[in-house]
């Protein structure tokens, strides 16, 4: 996936870097309980990026915790937050900032498409089903644009799959059956694959799919869009 982002950003013409003392952004220790870890985590990644037009990602959670949290987490700080204002989904980079009009990609599979929850109700990858508006779909549009794609999307379209972070670990019967029954909607549609933009929504429903052996694969949306480069 690191490699397949790389490559499709450089085919769109951006210039790309990728900074070799960046660590984690601090999420899992917040979402933990353990914030005041998360700060000097925040601090390195500040200023890691703080040169950079823009920091994109290819998950949404570690995105929006950036985006959302940063300027919090760095109060203390006596300097404005650089990353919170230019850090972006990598779709949501490719869709709303480069804008392209066609991609190399061909992709001759029926996909399903997982609409994970930071990325529908925080970054507006598309419509959330609860706020009864025109749909809409970030990763649908991305995806028109690779040659031999089918789209489709699972009933209870964007139900969470139950993976919530530290609600897998703590809540392990839940979670685990809430990803069966969110794999076995994919599956219900017909798809070869289950297609998304946050990891770890993809990888909660792949050790389900593994440990059940159920027939369908899950791929990350941008190994999609770099298919071929």
Same mark, same amino acid.
């Given at each position: $996936?690191?490699?397949?982002?790389?490559?499709?950003?450089?085919?769109?013409?951006?210039?790309?870097?990728?900074?070799?003392?960046?660590?984690?952004?601090?999420? =899992?220790?917040?979402?933990?309980?353990?914030?005041?870890?998360?700060?000097? &985590? *925040?601090?390195?990644?500040? /200023? #890691?990026?703080?040169?950079?037009?823009?920091?994109?990602? =290819?998950?949404?959670?570690?995105?929006?915790?950036?985006?959302?949290?940063?300027?919090? &987490?760095?109060?203390?700080?006596?300097?404005?937050?650089?990353?919170?204002?230019?850090?972006?989904?990598?779709?949501?980079?490719?869709?709303?900032?480069?804008?392209?009009?066609?991609?190399?990609?061909?992709?001759?599979?029926?996909? @399903?498409?997982?609409? @994970?929850?930071?990325?529908?109700?925080?970054?507006?990858?598309?419509?959330?089903? /609860?706020?009864?508006?025109?749909?809409? @779909?970030?990763?649908?549009? &991305?995806?028109?644009?690779?040659?031999?794609?089918?789209?489709?999307?699972?009933?209870?379209?964007?139900?969470?799959?139950?993976?919530?972070?530290?609600? +897998?670990?703590? /809540?392990?019967?839940?979670?685990? #059956?809430?990803?069966?029954?969110?794999? $076995?909607?994919?599956?219900?549609?017909?798809?070869?694959?289950?297609?998304? *933009?946050?990891? @770890?929504?993809?990888?909660?429903?792949?050790?389900?799919?593994?440990?059940?052996?159920? =027939?369908?694969?899950?791929?990350?949306?941008?190994?999609?869009?770099? +298919?071929? &480069?």
């Amino acid at each position: $996936m690191g490699i397949a982002s790389y490559k499709l950003l450089k085919s769109l013409g951006v210039d790309v870097d990728y900074p070799l003392n960046q660590t984690c952004c601090g999420q =899992p220790m917040a979402n933990a309980g353990f914030e005041n870890k998360a700060v000097d &985590l *925040a601090r390195h990644f500040d /200023e #890691q990026f703080k040169n950079y037009d823009y920091i994109v990602g =290819p998950s949404a959670s570690c995105v929006v915790f950036v985006r959302d949290n940063y300027s919090r &987490l760095l109060k203390e700080d006596k300097h404005r937050c650089a990353s919170e204002g230019k850090i972006y989904d990598i779709c949501e980079f490719i869709h709303d900032i480069v804008k392209p009009s066609s991609l190399k990609a061909k992709f001759p599979h029926k996909v @399903s498409l997982q609409n @994970s929850c930071h990325g529908v109700r925080l970054m507006k990858l598309s419509s959330a089903s /609860e706020l009864n508006i025109p749909y809409f @779909s970030k990763l649908r549009d &991305l995806l028109s644009l690779v040659e031999g794609v089918e789209v489709v999307e699972p009933e209870r379209k964007d139900e969470c799959c139950g993976f919530g972070g530290m609600f +897998a670990v703590e /809540e392990d019967a839940v979670s685990v #059956q809430m990803g069966h029954d969110k794999v $076995m909607r994919h599956i219900a549609t017909g798809a070869e694959y289950i297609v998304g *933009a946050d990891s @770890s929504c993809l990888m909660h429903q792949n050790g389900i799919i593994a440990r059940d052996k159920l =027939p369908i694969k899950t791929l990350h949306i941008v190994e999609i869009l770099a +298919a071929g &480069l």
